[in-house]
C-alpha cells in the first residue's frame, strides 16, 4: 500500500480528542488495520515539502494482543519518523501471526511488514505536526460481524495519539 492510493477496503477517520487526537480505522482484515493506521500516522503529521534518498527495510513488532500490536507498531513507525528522519511512502504487511491462547503460557502476537521510504531535511519537522507518543488511552479494536447476510465480517481499531 502507498500513501498516494489507499487500500480499497480499509479507511480511518480522525477522532476529536482533549489535546490529543485519535484515529479509527476501519478494514477486511486485520492485516489491512495496521497499514491503514500507519498510513493515518504519517498523513496526520503531514508531508515535508523536500524529499531525499530512498530507504527500504523489514519491521518485526510482537504485541500482547491485537490492541498492544498495533500501539507498538505505531511507535516503531513514529521512532522511524522521529529518529531517522523517515517518511513512510509504502507498506506491506508480509505476516502475521495470531496465537492460540493456551493456559501455560503467554504467547505472543507477532507482525512483520515490509516499508520504503525517503528521508528528509530535520529542519522541516517544524511545519509538521508533532505526535509525542502512540497511547493505550481508549484503546480498541476489534472484530465487527457482517450486519446483512452474506456481508463480511470485518474489524475496528481505535488509538488515541499524544500531541
Known sequence: MTLLEAPKKASYRILEHTADVGIEVHASSREAIFEEACVALFELIGRPSTLADSVEGVLRVEGLDAGDLLVRLLTEMLALFELR????????CLSLHVPVSTAEQ??????????????????????MTEVKAITYHQLRFEAVLGSAEGEESAFVAQVIFDL
Open 85 to 92: 528522519s523517515l517518511w513512510l511512502e509504502e507498506l506491506h
Open 106 to 127: 503467554e504467547l505472543l502476537w507477532e507482525l512483520e511488514l515490509s516499508y520504503r521510504g525517503r528521508s528528509f531535511d530535520r529542519s522541516e519537522r517544524q511545519e
